[in-house]
């Protein structure tokens, strides 16, 4: 019988990226959509299919991290083998806005579905997805062993799960691993980063939409990698015979002005001509951001093979394709190069829609 798996955040970044993995790898894939008033499926959409098909492997449901029954109702029903839990919200710069939402869907979220999976008595192995931003103003570099001195709203709520996933771990003997992953984008990753914001002002400009990209400061530096290998990290953490916590990163550090001189150059345009600083006042520069990953390469056999050159070209590429617009075209080499070209991209929904908790379920 298939694996299964169930995914909050599915309609993410990670989310959808690691349904597709997933799937290829055969298993069926239930993931936790949040209920919007708009469509928030994007990511998504060529994996949700007829509800009648019988041959289905991917099902959705409508859930919520502040609600721990509907949760516990899931897993009970679903009764996943592996449990992703990739969900929350993931805005370090907006958790000053909303610090306490933060933390309720944040690390409360994190709780909550732990607490799901304990009451309805299944046996699952646990992904955390924890985040860099736990280790704050730690100098770098980063790794297992790393003190925490997060220095956000997200990074306490993120440091939060994190312990809560390790003591569910010692304390009921669950299957539960986090990932400390640093940044890693993608043509999904969400709008309001500098990297999606650099590539799609591109193409904007390229379309002559827009005439400028607007960035606050361009000094701070990340450890960027190309997010569908890191979904990869997720799956190899629980197929380990124990669970532990493993750093996830290239060890290469770049400034986001680095970003930008990079993807503009790629297009053939001069950056220092289009760049115009955001005024807003912006959070100071933190430390550098250098990921020490050797524990996932000894342990996981895990290395990043998609450089940060090659990262940009992707991101430009896709960007420019969505106006419709000619790319440079280095992007789909690379991803053929790296064999990082999953199936199942363009099933689409010929339903437009999600099915109601529980119906799904009653067959
Ligand atoms: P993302 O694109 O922002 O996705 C977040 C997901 O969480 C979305 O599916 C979102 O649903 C869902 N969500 C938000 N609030 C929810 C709620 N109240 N109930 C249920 N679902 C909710 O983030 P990502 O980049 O895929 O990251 C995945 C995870 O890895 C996150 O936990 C993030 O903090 C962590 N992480 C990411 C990075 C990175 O560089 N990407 C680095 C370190 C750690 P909607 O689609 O409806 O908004």
């Given at each position: 019988?298939?694996?299964?798996a169930?995914?909050?955040?599915?309609?993410?970044?990670?989310?959808?990226?690691?349904?597709?993995?997933?799937?290829?790898?055969?298993?069926e894939?239930?993931?936790?959509?949040?209920?919007?008033?708009?469509?928030?499926?994007?990511?998504?959409?060529?994996?949700?299919?007829?509800?009648?098909?019988?041959?289905?492997?991917?099902?959705?449901?409508?859930?919520?991290?502040?609600?721990?029954?509907?949760?516990?109702?899931l897993?009970?029903?679903?009764?996943?083998?592996?449990?992703?839990?990739?969900?929350?919200?993931?805005?370090?710069?907006?958790?000053?806005?909303?610090?306490?939402?933060?933390?309720?869907?944040?690390?409360?979220?994190?709780?909550?579905?732990?607490?799901?999976?304990?009451?309805?008595?299944?046996?699952?192995?646990?992904?955390?997805?924890?985040?860099f931003?736990?280790?704050?103003?730690?100098?770098?570099?980063?790794?297992?062993?790393?003190?925490?001195?997060?220095?956000?709203?997200f990074g306490?709520?993120?440091?939060?799960?994190?312990?809560?996933?390790?003591?569910?771990?010692?304390?009921?003997?669950?299957?539960?691993?986090?990932?400390?992953?640093?940044?890693?984008?993608?043509?999904?990753?969400?709008?309001?980063?500098?990297?999606?914001?650099?590539?799609?002002?591109?193409?904007?400009?390229?379309?002559?939409?827009?005439?400028?990209?607007?960035?606050?400061?361009?000094?701070?530096?990340?450890?960027?990698?190309?997010?569908?290998?890191?979904?990869?990290?997720?799956?190899?953490?629980?197929?380990?015979?124990?669970?532990?916590?493993?750093?996830?990163?290239?060890?290469v550090?770049?400034?986001?002005?680095?970003?930008?001189?990079?993807?503009?150059?790629?297009?053939?345009l001069?950056?220092e001509?289009?760049?115009?600083?955001?005024?807003?006042?912006?959070?100071p520069?933190?430390?550098?951001?250098?990921?020490?990953a050797?524990?996932?390469?000894?342990?996981?056999?895990?290395?990043?093979?998609?450089?940060?050159?090659?990262?940009?070209?992707?991101?430009?590429?896709?960007?420019?394709?969505t106006?419709?617009?000619?790319?440079?075209?280095?992007?789909?080499?690379?991803?053929?190069?790296?064999?990082?070209?999953?199936?199942?991209?363009?099933?689409?929904?010929?339903?437009?829609?999600?099915?109601?908790?529980?119906?799904?379920?009653?067959?």
């Open positions: 019988m298939a694996r299964k169930f995914i909050t955040g599915v309609t993410g970044q990670d989310g959808s990226y690691l349904a597709e993995l997933l799937l290829s790898k055969g298993y894939v239930h993931g936790l959509v949040r209920k919007e008033s708009t469509f928030n499926t994007s990511r998504i959409d060529h994996l949700l299919v007829d509800p009648f098909e019988p041959e289905r492997k991917f099902f959705s449901y409508y859930g919520d991290l502040s609600d721990g029954a509907t949760l516990t109702n897993l009970y029903d679903i009764r996943p083998d592996e449990v992703y839990h990739l969900g929350a919200q993931t805005n370090s710069k907006v958790s000053f806005d909303l610090p306490e939402y933060t933390g309720d869907i944040t690390a409360l979220g994190t709780i909550r579905l732990l607490e799901a999976i304990r009451r309805s008595g299944i046996k699952v192995k646990f992904y955390n997805a924890s985040s931003e736990i280790f704050g103003t730690s100098p770098p570099p980063y790794n297992e062993n790393t003190p925490f001195y997060p220095k956000s709203p306490g709520a993120k440091a939060y799960a994190f312990w809560m996933t390790a003591n569910y771990r010692k304390d009921y003997k669950l299957f539960a691993s986090s990932g400390i992953l640093f940044d890693h984008e993608s043509p999904r990753r969400f709008e309001s980063t500098p990297t999606r914001k650099t590539t799609r002002a591109i193409a904007q400009i390229l379309a002559a939409k827009e005439k400028f990209l607007y960035l606050g400061s361009i000094e701070p530096t990340k450890d960027w990698g190309y997010a569908p290998e890191y979904v990869e990290t997720m799956w190899l953490m629980l197929q380990q015979e124990k669970a532990d916590d493993y750093v996830i990163g290239t060890g550090s770049h400034s986001v002005g680095e970003f930008v001189k990079e993807a503009f150059d790629y297009v053939g001069d950056w001509r289009y760049l115009k600083k955001d005024p807003r006042p912006h959070r520069t933190g430390p550098t951001l250098i990921a020490d050797s524990k996932a390469k000894r342990e996981l056999g895990w290395e990043p093979r998609v450089t940060f050159k090659e990262l940009v070209r992707i991101m430009v590429d896709a960007d420019i394709e106006l419709g617009l000619t790319r440079p075209g280095e992007g789909k080499t690379i991803l053929a190069k790296h064999n990082l070209n999953y199936g199942n991209r363009a099933s689409g929904n010929p339903t437009g829609g999600l099915e109601e908790w529980p119906g799904l379920l009653r067959k």
